[in-house]
T-cell receptor, first 109, second 114 residues
Framework: SQQGEEDPQALSIQEGENATMNCSYK?????LQWYRQNSGRGLVHLIL?????REKHSGRLRVTLDTSKKSSSLLITASRAADTASYFC?????????FGTGTRLKVLA | NAGVTQTPKFQVLKTGQSMTLQCAQD?????MSWYRQDPGMGLRLIHY???????DQGEVPNGYNVSRSTTEDFPLRLLSAAPSQTSVYFC?????????????FGQGTRLTVV
C-alpha cells in the first residue's frame, strides 16, 4: 500500500491563486520530497525537506513538515497555467522511495 | 551527462510476449530501481538494486525479472506479458549524501499489452 497519501486528489484553480496540497505518511522518515509530473512526462524533483526542518521555501514553493502529525503541505503561490501537473510527495527509507498517489492540479488561465 | 536513459519510449506487446525494458545511467550511482505508474495509483516499486550483482523485490515484483551485471545498466524483463502490465514504467537511480536521498528518473516507457 502507498505510504504517502496526497489530498486533495484533484484541484482546479484560477491563474494567480494559491494552490495547497497535503501529504500524509505512516512511518518515520529521513526526509520528504515533492515532485512534479507533467502529463506524459517523467518526474521532476521540486524540493526536499529534512525531518528536522519545519518549513522550506524555493521560489514560489513553500513546503511545511509536521513530523508529529506525519504530514506535509506544498503551497504554490501565484499559480500559473504552466503549473498544471500532478504533484507527488515521496518519503525515503533505506534505499527506497515510497510515493503517494498524487494531486492533479489544473490552473485555468 | 545523459542521466538516466530508458528505451524504448513506447512499446506495444501481445499477451504472452516477452521483452526487456532498458535502463542505463552514467552517474555511477549504486542504487537503481524500477517503478510502474498506473492511473490513480501513483508510483509502485517493482524491483530495486543496491549495487552490481544485488537485486531485491519491491512492492509489485510478480511477472518481472531484473538483473544488475554492471553499475550502469538495470534491465527489466517481462517474462510473459499480460494486459495487467499495461502501464508507464520509470527507472530511477538514487544517491544518498549525509542523511538525504535524491532520486533521478528516466523519462519513462509507455507499455501497452493487447
Amino acid at each position: 500500500s502507498q505510504q504517502g497519501e496526497e489530498d486533495p486528489q484533484a484541484l482546479s484553480i484560477q491563474e494567480g491563486e494559491n494552490a495547497t496540497m497535503n501529504c500524509s505518511y505512516k512511518t518515520s522518515i529521513n526526509n520528504l520530497q515533492w515532485y512534479r509530473q507533467n502529463s506524459g512526462r517523467g518526474l521532476v524533483h521540486l524540493i526536499l525537506i529534512r525531518s528536522n526542518e519545519r518549513e522550506k521555501h524555493s521560489g514560489r514553493l513553500r513546503v511545511t513538515l509536521d513530523t508529529s502529525k506525519k504530514s506535509s503541505s506544498l503551497l504554490i503561490t501565484a499559480s500559473r497555467a504552466a503549473d498544471t501537473a500532478s504533484y507527488f510527495c515521496a518519503t525515503t527509507g533505506t534505499y527506497k522511495y515510497i510515493f503517494g498517489t498524487g494531486t492533479r492540479l489544473k490552473v485555468l488561465a | 551527462n545523459a542521466g538516466v536513459t530508458q528505451t524504448p519510449k513506447f512499446q506495444v506487446l501481445k499477451t504472452g510476449q516477452s521483452m526487456t525494458l532498458q535502463c542505463a545511467q552514467d552517474m555511477n550511482h549504486e542504487y537503481m530501481s524500477w517503478y510502474r505508474q498506473d492511473p490513480g495509483m501513483g508510483l509502485r516499486l517493482i524491483h530495486y538494486s543496491v549495487g552490481a550483482g544485488i537485486t531485491d523485490q519491491g512492492e509489485v515484483p510478480n511477472g518481472y525479472n531484473v538483473s544488475r551485471s554492471t553499475t550502469e545498466d538495470f534491465p527489466l524483463r517481462l517474462l510473459s506479458a499480460a494486459p495487467s502490465q499495461t502501464s508507464v514504467y520509470f527507472c530511477a537511480t538514487t544517491v544518498t549524501y549525509e542523511r538525504n536521498t535524491e532520486a533521478f528518473f528516466g523519462q519513462g516507457t509507455r507499455l501497452t499489452v493487447v
